[in-house]
């Protein structure tokens, strides 16, 4: 079956940092998504991105859909505490109204003030 | 708020127990999911409904069993819990609006099976 590898798997950074986690696939995705989730909450989307080469910003977060729509890369810049959670990616083939996604198992991020 | 709500939130079983945990959503979606959340494994899907009146099988579909009890209801039975079943159950839901496609998560059941 199709596989994310996602990485890192944590990260430890300075406050103020910026933050750069990809993942990739076996094969090829037509729409990506970046979620974060927090301590005891479910997955919140971050970004989501439909189009090869797509370049998608929300806030200090920038993600891009890769040219061979095997891969996806999520940037953070200027990191802060609040950034802390679980980040992860997830890829899907849609049609319709319905797709299931296929998740990578998680970029742990912790940031030190 | 629009979303999805999932209950219980929190649940203990005994092996050999069953229960059933719901969802709602209430975004006119017409596909929804259940997904079990392990450390270090991500999320992993159980079954979903791509609309009403029907459900398929996901990737670790054994020991579940789930229900569309209408375009806002689907929920997911353990007819016999085991303590492989420990883990954090999601339920999610997707559709489009407009050119935009979302894909909305519940909060979780952290559910313990001894």
């Known amino acids: 079956g199709q596989q994310l590898n996602q990485s890192p798997q944590s990260m430890f950074i300075q406050e103020g940092e910026d933050v750069s986690m990809n993942c990739t696939s076996s094969s090829i995705f037509n729409t990506w998504l970046w979620y974060k989730q927090e301590p005891g909450e479910g997955p919140v989307l971050l970004i989501a991105l439909y189009k090869a080469g797509e370049l998608t910003s929300n806030g200090r977060l920038t993600a891009q859909f890769g040219i061979t729509r095997k891969d996806s890369f999520l940037n953070i810049s200027a990191s802060i505490p609040s950034d802390v959670g679980i980040y992860f990616c997830?890829?899907?083939?849609?049609?319709?109204?319905?797709?299931?996604?296929?998740f990578g198992k998680g970029t742990k991020l912790s940031v030190k003030p | 708020n629009a979303g999805v709500t999932q209950t219980p939130k929190f649940q203990v079983l005994k092996t050999g127990q069953s229960m059933t945990l719901q969802c709602a959503q209430d975004m006119n979606h017409n596909s929804m999911y259940w997904y079990r959340q392990d450390p270090g494994m991500g999320l992993r899907l159980i079954y979903y409904s791509a609309s009403e009146g029907t459900t398929d099988k996901g990737e670790v579909p054994n020991g579940y069993n789930v229900s569309r009890l209408n375009k806002r209801e689907f929920s997911l039975r353990l007819e016999s819990a085991a303590p492989s079943q420990t883990s954090v159950y999601f339920c999610a839901s997707s559709g489009r609006t407009g050119t935009t496609y979302g894909y909305t998560f519940g909060s979780g059941t952290r559910l313990t099976v001894v």
């Open positions: 997830a890829g899907m083939n849609y049609g319709g109204s319905q797709g299931n996604l296929i």
